[in-house]
């Protein structure tokens, strides 16, 4: 794509992102932020990795720099044989390098972060341990959702060890199906997350909205899902808790995955949790005395296949009472309804196999015939929507 195509298309994202913050109220002054009356402060402060204060170095984009294309590109809008296959990976490094460039260039010193430097705006959403606000750095004037987790509620939760993690990975990752975490800083009270704005929202409220997706949709979906799949596992990260919930949707339509609160670097050293929702689970991860070694990185494929099943079905295949899902997942025990075309039905049931070795793997599954075939009508189909 032309690189002045590209511009443009940076220039209306941000300029989108700038709308949609104008829209917003400043709701709060910086001390009532995330202020939460539902818990009191009983315990004491955990996650004080360094003084009130302490503020982790990183680096943000600038205002500028999302104008030029800090932000990435849509998939949606590529040309297909693009979406399908190598061109997301492509696209995933052309915005990792533009992104170090423009930190480079812009950005020479390693930032610290202070509330003070953001304006809040309106609350983007509540989740178990905090909330989230769109907020604006002052300088750069840079839009990006800033979440807010009170470390007592952390430390109530026994969630230390999450939140932890969940910084750790979810910040050395540089993909454009995967929300960018900028970086983090904490006063006496609380941690705070410099999130990617995703200008769309949840996935789970799109799919509860349309019930179930078109196979065009689904399949432009699914080969994003692979694209940041592919990279997390070369990166040797397993998420185990993909589903629509932890699934955030770009200006442009596109995936953007998050919520890396489970996630691990593989090979783990913990014992295998329930730590995903039931429906979700693979077979492995269901065994009893399944531990750290019976289970790798194909526990992701697995969930894949759930998600192409729930987004092109309208609910996920094992759905039952606890005992049956857990029963029925044993048994890669589901039904496809007629309505499923060949190819996803095919996809689907490549994904969901019970050997984890073989899983179809998710280089084949970017150049899947389901994938290729609906991407190329999914294109004209976005571009008719669009226009
Ligand atoms: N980067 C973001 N851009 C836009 N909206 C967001 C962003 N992050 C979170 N939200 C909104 O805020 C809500 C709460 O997010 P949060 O990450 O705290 O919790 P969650 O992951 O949804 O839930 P839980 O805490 O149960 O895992 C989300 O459901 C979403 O609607």
Redesign the pocket.
């Known amino acids: 794509m032309a690189a002045r195509t590209l511009e443009a298309r940076f220039e209306r994202m941000s300029v989108n992102d700038e709308n949609e913050y104008q829209k917003s109220k400043i709701v709060t002054t910086t001390t009532q932020l995330g202020h939460s009356t539902s818990r009191p402060n009983l315990y004491k402060v955990a996650l004080q990795a360094g003084s009130a204060n302490t503020v982790t170095a990183v680096t943000l984009p600038s205002q500028a720099a999302q104008r030029k294309g800090a932000q990435p590109p849509s998939p949606t809008r590529k040309p297909v044989a693009s979406a399908v296959s190598r061109s997301s990976d492509e696209l995933a490094l052309a915005h990792v390098e533009r992104k170090s460039a423009t930190i480079l260039i812009e950005q020479p010193s390693m930032k610290q972060f202070h509330l003070g430097m953001f304006e809040i705006g309106r609350p ?7 909330r ?1 606000y769109l907020a604006r750095e002052r300088t750069s004037g840079f839009i990006c ?1 800033l ?1 807010v987790l009170h470390k007592s509620e952390i430390q109530q939760g026994r969630v230390e060890k999450q939140v932890r993690r969940e910084i750790e990975i979810q910040s050395n990752l540089r993909h454009p199906n995967i ?1 960018q975490l900028f970086g983090h800083f904490h006063d006496n009270k609380r941690v705070f997350l410099i ?4 200008g769309k ?2 996935l789970y409220k799109h799919l509860r909205k349309e019930n179930r997706f078109p196979e065009w949709k689904a399949s432009q979906y699914i080969a994003q899902m692979a694209s940041a799949l592919r990279y997390l596992h070369r990166k040797h990260v397993i998420h185990r808790d993909i589903k629509p ?2 699934i ?1 949707v770009g200006i442009h339509g596109e995936m953007k995955v ?2 890396f ?1 489970w996630s691990v670097h593989a090979p783990n050293s913990r014992r295998a949790t329930m730590c995903g929702t039931l429906d979700y689970l693979p077979p492995e991860m269901l065994k009893p005395g399944s531990s750290d070694n019976s289970y790798n990185e194909k526990v992701d494929l697995w969930s894949l296949g759930v998600l192409t099943y729930e987004f092109l079905v309208g609910e996920a295949p094992f759905e039952d009472t606890p005992v049956m899902t857990q029963r029925r997942i044993a048994r890669a025990d589901m039904t496809i309804p007629s309505f499923v075309s060949p190819e996803a039905r095919d996809l689907i049931k490549r994904l969901l196999v019970l050997d984890p070795e073989k899983r179809i793997p998710l280089e084949q599954v970017q150049t899947h015939p389901w994938i290729v075939k609906h991407c190329l009508k999914g294109e004209r189909a976005a571009n008719r929507e669009k226009s």
């Open positions: 983007l959403g509540k989740g178990k341990f905090g989230v959702a979440k929300l999130l990617e704005f995703a929202g949840e919930e932890n955030l998050s919520d609160g």
